[in-house]
């Protein structure tokens, strides 16, 4: 799968939907992107790096994340909110003296979701891991069922993302029972800055290890002409992570491109 193909997608919905966007910006929108399930199409652009891997710690990796998020209303109220993880990963010294690049598997979930008169918004739905056979990939289908729950008081936004992946095959290239665990607490300005805390922490059951990243990030959302850009840098601490792992400090740039509803 080429890079092409990567952004394929995201440019042809920003040349469909952008039109007009600048002017359909709401005062609270900054607040809503940082909900995962919010009922706004984006695309975000995410570029992470993360060091000290390989059983030397001279390894490093680069990860590019592709991830458009696709709400449909439904006339009950509720939303089906569907995301696609396209990675792109770049590693060097890993396996000392080897460079290895290319797709990685692909993950999509989807969630049906409502928000209760409380204020609670939850949504649950299946997730699904698609092998790309790259020089990256697990080569093993995995599947399983994913959830979310948050809620927004005042400026603050704060919740949790959960799931679990099994592998589907009878033999598979790399046994899959995964655990992920994503916890989230945002407080937006009056100016459109988010200030963020997350991790984005798994479980592997196969090999009982952590991997526990902590993300701290600001995100401002402003226009380019009329369309509307998230943009948010922030670096995080590899708190745990499997043996030959990252270590130590990561980082991480986003531009996520966002199309409100008309």
């Known amino acids: 799968m080429s890079l092409k193909l990567l952004f394929a ?11 007009g966007v600048h002017a359909q910006e709401s005062d609270d929108l900054a607040q809503q992107l940082a909900n995962p399930i919010a009922a706004i199409i984006s ?5 992470n790096y993360d060091d000290n891997m390989g059983p030397n710690n001279k390894g490093n990796r680069k990860t590019f994340n592709l991830q458009p998020v696709i709400p449909f209303s439904m006339e009950n109220g509720a939303n089906i909110v569907t995301r696609t993880i396209i990675p792109y990963i770049w590693e060097k010294d890993v396996v000392p003296g080897k460079s290895r690049e290319g797709v990685a598997d692909v993950l999509f979930s989807a969630w049906y979701s409502k928000t209760t008169d409380s204020g609670v918004t939850w949504g649950v739905g299946p997730t699904v891991r698609i092998p790309t056979n790259s020089d990256v990939s697990t080569e093993t289908w995995a599947a399983g069922a994913t959830g979310i729950a948050l809620k927004v008081v ?13 592998d589907l095959e009878s033999n598979p290239t790399v046994p899959t029972s995964t655990t992920g665990l994503q916890p989230f607490l945002s407080y937006t300005t009056d100016t459109k800055w988010t200030y963020s805390l997350t991790s984005e ?3 592997n059951w196969e ?3 952590w991997s526990v990243p902590i993300n701290i990030s600001a995100s401002k959302l402003a226009p380019i002409g009329k369309t509307l850009i998230n943009w948010q840098a922030g670096v995080g601490y590899w708190a745990n992570s499997p043996t030959f792992g990252p ?9 996520q491109i966002v199309i409100p509803k008309k």
Do not use: D, M
């Open 247 to 255: 270590e130590g400090i990561r980082y991480r740039v986003q531009a």
């Open 201 to 203: 922490s798994s479980y």
């Open 9 to 19: 997608i995201p440019v042809l919905s920003i040349a469909t939907f952008s039109t």
């Open 207 to 209: 090999t009982e290890q």
């Open 43 to 47: 695309v975000p652009f995410q570029l």
């Open 154 to 166: 005042g400026p603050w936004t704060y919740g949790g993302l959960a799931y679990h992946l099994w």
